[in-house]
C-alpha cells in the first residue's frame, strides 16, 4: 500500500520517516531480518531461516506495494532502517473480512525511543482507512516490554496460545493473543 511519509520527533531528539517500504530498500531488509532475529528470540524466525535473494525481496517489497490491503512500513533514522512493520488482513472470507494482523520488529539500538509507538498508531490508523474495524497480533508471554508497547498504544489482552513457539533449545513458550478496535 502506497501512504503518505510521516515525520516524528524521537526522545532522543532526531527525527524519524515512516514511509512505505519499497524494493529500494531491499538489500537492507535482508540484513534487518537477520539482525532482529539475532537480537530477540521473541521474532518468529531465526536469522537463518531468512533465505531471500536480493531480487525475491525486491519482488516482494514491489508487491507489497502495489497491494491496497497490505501496509508495509518501514522506519528511518538518520536515513538508515531503524525498524520494520506490516498490517494485512486475516482473510477474504466476510466473517473475518474486518480484522487484520500486526507485525512490528525494530533494531536493538532504537528500542525505547518512540518509534515503536508511532509505527503502531500510524499503521492503526491507515488500518482504519482501508477498513478493518480490528486489529490483532501474538506476542511470546515472556516479552513483557512488547506487552506493555501494544497496551500502551490501545491493544488488550484476549487470551493465550499454549505452546504455541518451540524453541532451539527445544523450550515451548506461549503465545498472548491482543486486540485494539479501531472503530
Given amino acids: 500500500m502506497r501512504f503518505e511519509e510521516r515525520t516524528v520527533t524521537l526522545k532522543d531528539g532526531r527525527t524519524c520517516v515512516l514511509k512505505p517500504n519499497a524494493p529500494e530498500y531491499a538489500e537492507e531488509m535482508l540484513e534487518y531480518l ?24 525486491r519482488e516482494i517489497l514491489g508487491s507489497l506495494l502495489d497491494n491496497p490491503y497490505v501496509i ?33 520488529a525494530l533494531y536493538e539500538e532504537y528500542w525505547g525511543l518512540g518509534i515503536g509507538t508511532a509505527m503502531i498508531n500510524y499503521m492503526c490508523e491507515l488500518a482504519a482507512q482501508v477498513g478493518w474495524n480490528q486489529v490483532d497480533l501474538e506476542v511470546v508471554a515472556e516479552n513483557v516490554q512488547a506487552q506493555a508497547l501494544y497496551k500502551k498504544c490501545g ?3 484476549s487470551g493465550r496460545r499454549h505452546d504455541a513457539l518451540k524453541f532451539d533449545d527445544g523450550t515451548y513458550h506461549d503465545e498472548i493473543l491482543m486486540y485494539r478496535k479501531l472503530s
Fill in 155 to 157: 491493544f488488550t489482552e
Fill in 34 to 57: 537477520k539482525k532482529t532475529s539475532a537480537e530477540t528470540e521473541f521474532l518468529l524466525r531465526y536469522p537463518d531461516e531468512v533465505k531471500f535473494t536480493l531480487e525475491q525481496e
Fill in 72 to 104: 508495509m512500513m518501514i522506519a528511518l533514522v538518520d536515513g538508515k532502517p531503524a525498524g520494520n512493520g506490516s498490517i494485512g488482513g486475516i482473510g477474504d472470507k466476510r466473517k473475518i473480512q474486518h480484522r487484520c494482523s500486526l507485525a512490528i
